[in-house]
């Protein structure tokens, strides 16, 4: 097998593509041979050593991928060598093949193409778990999604839309608005163009005639969250995603209180652990809403694994539609 190995975690220059020997699946394990994995923000945190998670060297990134079981380990019943398989580790995606932990692999139905499946999980799950489970999102309410063009953006455009909602969708450029606009926003604002403190506020107003957004979806973080808080509805639920910008913004507790607002926290992560048979009921509605045609991954494009390095470059460039795949 062949995989990007991370001996020193100090940045995408330093991971190399090397040949590995060929590991056999251990109890509760099986070895996939990867079809496809995709790029989530983590995997350029963690190859810097600046994720919270700090795996022991060395290791292959790649959190998230779809592929074919080719063994399975002692103990494992639920799941046989030739059926498809995505899967969400947080390492070994980003190689021929790797070591899946079985409980995590999510058996794929038929017709479900690997380049979809190693996009999935992580935003998917992501903006359900952020909308529906913490915000409560109710149809007819309206949602603002900042970074919206973005890889969890483009889940909770489409999450959102099939909850019934009406969605804002706020992004950095005509281009990213205009994507985002064709995956069903129903008004976008390019955040580029205004100021945090001054018309980006009158931007907001305007498109909830005064009212404000119910639900605001933040992944992005940095300057713009006090003045989104600040336009936010009466009884509206801030959903703090992440901080792509870098800066993690404080906030006045005063304004909750104004607005009989919430700070609602998400860390999909957690949740999936901490309430497994809630994550897999969510998991499965997600199938089903993928099935009916209502959710599917805007995929910008696909790379040769090969490629990882360019695809990071991308991502780092603040450049990236929806989801970046690499494929074997
Ligand atoms: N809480 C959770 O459970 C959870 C789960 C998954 C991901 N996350 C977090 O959500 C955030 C977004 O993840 P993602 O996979 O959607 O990433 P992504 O696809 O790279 O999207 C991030 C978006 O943030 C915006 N952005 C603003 N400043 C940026 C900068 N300096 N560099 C890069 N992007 C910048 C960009 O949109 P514009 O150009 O339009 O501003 C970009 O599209 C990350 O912080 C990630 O860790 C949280």
């Not at 079985?102 to 190693?118: H, N, R, S, T």
């Not at 994507?179 to 980006?200: E, K, R």
Request: contains cysteine; proline residues 7%; aromatic residues 6%.
């Amino acid at each position: 097998m062949h995989a990007w190995l991370c001996e020193n975690p100090v940045g995408v220059d330093a991971l190399q593509w090397k040949e590995l020997p060929t590991p056999e699946p251990g109890a509760g394990q099986v070895r996939l041979r990867i079809e496809a994995a995709s790029l989530n923000f983590p995997d350029l945190l963690i190859v810097q050593n600046k994720y919270q998670m700090k795996p022991p060297l060395p290791f292959v990134p790649g959190s998230e991928y779809a592929g074919v079981i080719e063994a399975v380990g002692e103990g494992v019943k639920h799941l046989k060598a030739g059926q498809r398989v995505a899967c969400l580790s947080g390492t070994g995606g980003f190689g021929t093949h790797t070591l899946a932990p079985a409980a995590l692999c999510m058996p794929l139905p038929e017709g479900f193409p690997a380049v979809d499946a190693a996009a999935f999980i992580m935003i998917y799950a992501t903006s359900h778990h952020a909308l529906i489970d913490r915000a409560q999102l109710k149809a007819g309410e309206t949602v603002l999604v900042l970074g919206a063009a973005g890889g969890v953006g483009t889940a909770a455009i489409q999450i959102a839309k099939a909850a019934g909602a009406r969605v804002i969708a706020a992004t950095s450029s005509d281009e990213k608005c205009a994507l985002c606009a064709q995956l069903g926003a129903d008004a976008t604002i390019n955040y580029s163009t205004h100021a945090p403190q001054g018309s980006l506020r009158d931007e907001i107003k305007r498109l909830t005639e005064g009212k404000g957004p119910d639900v605001v979806y933040d992944p992005v973080g940095g300057d713009f969250a006090e003045p989104v808080f600040r336009s936010i509805a009466w009884r509206g639920r801030y959903l703090v995603v992440g901080f792509a910008s870098g800066p993690i913004p404080a906030l006045p507790l005063n304004l909750p209180l104004l607005k009989g607002a919430s700070i609602v926290g998400v860390f999909w992560g957690d949740f999936s652990k901490r309430e497994p048979q809630a994550n897999a009921a969510m998991m499965q509605t997600l199938a089903a809403q993928y099935a009916k045609g209502l959710i599917k991954p805007l995929v910008e494009r696909t790379l040769p694994m090969s490629e990882l390095k360019q695809a990071f470059a991308v991502m780092g460039s603040r450049a990236v539609k929806g989801k970046l795949v690499l494929v074997n």
